[in-house]
């Protein structure tokens, strides 16, 4: 009988905890000043996963698309948002756009991953997410402002693509409204990465189903990597 009880309390404990409640900032640019680093479908794909967490209804959502992307915005909506959360909530970045070594390109300027976490550190939440959408987007993880180790970090990256790696829109004529790392990323957390039927998609989850996605949608050019402190059954999302 002790045998039976300690198998199934190590059973409760290797069930993930779902977050009590999400809190999100969802940020997409596509229309940049000028017209020559403008890009399709970002603003969309902002929208997009906005709409994926408002509709689950256990999600605070903060959305801000192209002009109104700015350094301080941005920082202002991740201060009030996240500094809700309590331990047992999920707070997440997501960013669509142009990056850059070590940040990502706002309207008005770059806003660096050192100062995405300095925010998320000040955040009571346990679980702790940063997804990007962008060119190179790996390459936050070994080349950044202040030299800071990222993998330390108590946060989950999810990046659209590998560090020498473009991160492709999809083409006019498909019909996709969303780039393609966003197109599966979305499929995902609809239902599409929830591999044992539970409700719940896990971290390894969504990273199995959008990787496999992407990387056979680009003909092996586009590469999705995940990385950082976290528990790979942690849940992202209940659907």
Request: glycine fraction near 8%; charged fraction near 20%.
């Amino acid at each position: 009988m002790k045998r039976l009880l300690s198998s199934f309390f190590i059973f409760l404990l290797a069930i993930p905890t779902l977050p009590a409640r999400t809190y999100i900032v969802s940020v997409g640019i596509a229309d940049y000043p000028g017209r020559q680093n403008d890009l399709r479908v970002s603003a969309n794909d902002a929208k997009t996963i906005s709409g994926i967490f408002t509709k689950n209804g256990n999600a605070m959502v903060d959305c801000f698309v192209n002009s109104d992307v700015t350094i301080k915005k941005v920082c202002t909506a991740m201060c009030n948002t996240f500094a809700k959360a309590s331990p047992s909530d999920a707070i997440i970045l997501y960013f669509s756009g142009h990056g850059v070594p070590g940040g990502l390109v706002c309207y008005d300027g770059v806003l660096y991953y050192s100062s995405v976490l300095s925010i998320m550190k000040q955040s009571k939440a346990q679980q702790k997410m940063i997804s990007v959408d962008a060119c190179f987007a790996g390459k936050m993880r070994n080349t950044n402002k202040r030299n800071t180790n990222y993998s330390k970090e108590n946060v989950m990256f999810f990046l659209s693509s590998r560090s020498t790696e473009k991160s492709l829109e999809t083409p006019r004529q498909t019909g996709f409204k969303n780039s393609l790392f966003t197109v599966f990323l979305e499929r995902g957390l609809r239902g599409g990465a929830d591999t044992n039927k539970d409700r719940v998609i896990t971290a390894k989850e969504i990273y199995n189903f959008v990787h496999q996605g992407v990387v056979e949608a680009s003909g092996n050019r586009q590469h999705p990597v995940m990385w950082g402190k976290f528990d790979g059954n942690m849940p992202v999302i209940k659907w």
